[in-house]
């Protein structure tokens, strides 16, 4: 199966702490609900930019998702807050998320 | 060693600049740089570039 | 998320206040490179400068904000007051419940001078680097507590810019080393900064008007990762504070024509990592990028871009592919030498001098439209090239003239 999404670190300003998901399709749909579901503390938001609207999830001290700013493409900000094994805990479940929801769109 | 060589380039003009103030050393901004320096001076603005080159 | 803050407001010419204090944005980067400047010479004690000009900027604001709370405000008020405000404008996450009027321990979960200074040089420092808020915290504890603000002598005891876990600064009521007295903000400048450039495609107020439906505050941990860099919105009166000392005590030494080309490189530094930043950002591509046929239209949406940063009004007035003149209303380096020590015998404006020719030579010599990585080599690369543009500060409005011109040619 071809794989849903690459994954690439930001080398610039926030060394490690910005990943940047390109999707083969699109950011998936159930993105938002599911993040909000998954986890207690995390807030949902918008802003607009321009003619596109970029959404945001919060989970509080630990990290940022938003998309919207581009075509197909996911951010996820790790916070300074956080420890080392909290961030890499976090990268795994954002990308095992975002996997079952692509391989969910997929199938449905 | 001459300074063109231990600050070569734009960047090395700027790196230049930090260590004449690092050093309070205004004449090495006047100075020829292609004349040899001698060896104690090119030791202590090694050592000087060395720190200043730190975070 | 709901923050305690202090009445803020624009401005004319672009400029907005946050209790009474004009706010700029500036990058992790320049807060670096301007810091690392300053501490050249030790023998300039400039440490103390710099924790004596947060002191006197961020007492100037909670002393305007005090005034708008009911009674003064209770401490609890206060307190939140302080914290939030340092978290609001990407300062980081300050604990204050450690402090009484008699002193004690103030932590700091997350720094911007902290934690996003680490990740600029990507090793730990020598020395702490959280300087500005030892200035900050000092005026804040003060104010919480009633006090007068010069109460505090703070020391550092830990810093995440040398690898600690969290900062941690000590207040003793023994009295500020240093302290700057404050002083009023005027704007300056009369003149009418006009229309912006007609012969481009970029629509100026569209972009401003995008630019401010963005949240541009702290998040929950106070800081501001914006354009691939970390943003603070800080204190102009700081910028201008440190800076200004820094030179007049370079004057003494003999090196302050090598002191001003340092603030113009650091300039440079601010031009490649933030307008870097912003022009090859998401936020770039949604709102500005579809606007630009030409490299000319680059120039000015980037000029649109500055015009909602709180340095002054920009206006292009000549543009070609080797000179651009840009005119700058109240530019804030020429507000706060005005405001703190009158009319200059040259000019000031070395941060807006470099970035007029940095934003050149990055749409130019850098080919910024190719989304280049923002690193070290980069920027050696780029800055090594021939034909790069140099800047001249042809006008002063810290001179007295109407406005700042910056004339950059190649």
């Keep these: 199966m071809r794989q849903p999404f690459q994954v690439e670190v930001d080398e610039g300003c926030q060394r490690g702490l910005h990943l940047r998901f390109h999707f083969a399709d699109r950011v998936p749909d159930e993105l938002c609900e599911t993040v909000l579901a998954r986890f207690d503390d995390a807030f949902a938001g918008w802003e607009a930019l321009g003619a596109r609207t970029v959404r945001r999830v919060i989970v509080p001290f630990r990290f940022e998702l938003r998309w919207g700013h581009a075509d197909a493409e996911l951010s996820l900000i790790l916070r300074f807050s956080a420890t080392p094994e909290e961030r890499v805990l976090d990268q795994r479940s954002v990308e095992q998320l975002v996997t079952q929801l692509c391989t969910c769109e997929l199938a449905a | 060693m001459t300074l063109q060589e231990l600050f070569p380039g734009k960047m090395g003009k700027v790196e230049l600049t930090r260590i004449a103030i690092r050093l309070r050393m205004p004449q090495l901004l006047k100075s020829p740089t292609d004349a040899p320096l001698d060896e104690a001076l090119v030791a202590t603005l090694q050592t000087a570039l060395d720190t200043v080159r730190k975070g | ?337 005005l405001d703190m020590y009158g009319r200059s015998e040259r000019p000031v404006s070395h941060l807006a001098a470099a970035a007029v020719a940095g934003t050149m030579n990055l749409i130019y010599a850098a080919d910024i439209h190719e989304k280049p990585t923002l690193d070290l080599d980069f920027y050696a690369r780029a800055f090594e090239q021939d034909g790069l543009f140099e800047p001249e500060q042809t006008r002063s409005m810290a001179m007295g003239h109407e406005y700042t011109e910056i004339v950059a040619s190649r």
């Design chain 3, 1 to 337: 998320m709901t923050r305690a803050l202090a009445p803020a407001a624009p401005r004319d010419h672009g400029r907005f206040l946050y209790g009474g204090e004009p706010l700029v944005f500036h990058c992790n980067f320049y807060n670096y490179w301007l810091q690392k400047t300053l501490l050249l010479d030790p023998e300039l004690q400039m440490e103390e400068v710099i924790q004596a000009a947060a002191s006197e900027a961020a007492g100037q604001m909670f002393r305007r904000a005090a005034a708008a709370l009911p009674g003064g405000g209770t401490t609890s008020d206060r307190l939140a007051l302080a914290v939030d405000s340092f978290a609001e404008l990407g300062f980081g996450t300050v604990d204050l419940s450690g402090v009484s009027a008699e002193g004690g321990t103030v932590t700091l979960p997350v720094s911007h001078y902290g934690q996003c200074f680490r990740q600029v040089v990507d090793s730990d420092f020598a020395t702490p680097q959280s300087l500005f808020d030892a200035g900050f915290v000092s005026a804040a504890a003060a104010f919480v507590h009633g006090v007068p603000r010069h109460t505090f002598q703070a020391t550092i005891e830990a810093c995440a810019s040398m690898g600690a876990p969290s900062g941690r600064i000590r207040l003793d009521a023994t009295g500020a080393a240093l302290t700057f007295d404050g002083y009023a903000h005027e704007a300056h400048s009369a003149g009418d900064p006009g229309a912006p450039f007609a012969d481009t495609s970029v629509d100026e107020a569209a972009i401003l008007g995008a630019l401010g439906t963005l949240d541009f505050s702290g998040n929950e941990e106070g800081l501001i990762p914006r354009f691939g860099v970390m943003l603070t919105r800080h204190f102009a009166s700081f910028y201008n504070r440190v800076s200004f000392e820094f030179l007049r005590r370079m004057d003494k030494t003999g090196l302050l024509d090598a002191a001003e080309m340092l603030l113009v490189d650091t300039g440079y530094r601010c031009a490649f990592h933030t307008f870097g930043g912003i022009m090859t950002s998401a936020e770039w591509d949604a709102v500005i990028r579809p606007q630009c046929k030409t490299r000319a239209d680059w120039v000015h949406g980037m000029v649109a871009t500055v015009n909602a940063l709180g340095w002054g009004v920009w206006r292009v007035s000549e543009l070609s592919e080797d000179r651009v003149v840009v005119r700058i209303y109240d530019d804030y380096e020429s507000c706060g030498q």
